[in-house]
């Protein structure tokens, strides 16, 4: 059985930064595809990063790039997300994700194609 635990949301003012972390266990993440998509009240889930480590293939919203990063520690199964100059958009339930195998760089951030997700944790920024 698959799980993700995310962790590291808070609260924090415009222009502040933040670390997600997002712990897998059941398999070993080094050979899957895991992103970060977050979900704002009244809004649909997007997918903001998410990345195929064994190819070093990443891929970032539009909304986000620049501001935030993705890396994966393979031996901790850990995926982090790094959130810097925070804007009150960014406000939302970031929740981790990860599927088998790798998927095409233009469907990296397509929410239908992953099969694990975690419970989320929130990030709400200030203005």
């Known amino acids: 059985q698959v799980h993700l635990v995310e962790s590291g949301g808070g609260s924090v003012e415009t222009g502040g930064s933040l670390t997600l972390s997002c712990v897998a266990s059941?398999?070993?993440?080094?050979?899957?595809?895991m992103g970060w998509f977050r979900q704002a009240p009244g809004k649909e889930r997007e997918g903001v990063a998410a990345?195929?480590?064994?190819?070093?293939?990443?891929a970032y919203a539009d909304s986000v790039k620049g501001r935030f990063s993705i890396s994966q520690d393979s031996a901790k199964n850990t995926l982090y997300l790094v959130l810097n100059r925070l804007k009150p958009d960014d406000t939302a339930m970031y929740y981790c994700?990860?599927?088998?195998?790798?998927?095409?760089?233009?469907?990296?951030?397509?929410?239908?194609?992953?099969?694990?997700w975690g419970q989320g944790t929130q990030v709400t920024v200030s203005s």
């Open positions: 994700a990860a599927r088998p195998g790798l998927v095409g760089p233009s469907e990296l951030l397509s929410r239908s194609l992953y099969n694990y």
């Open positions: 059941g398999y070993a993440g080094g050979g899957n595809t």
């Open positions: 990345m195929y480590a064994n190819y070093g293939v990443t």
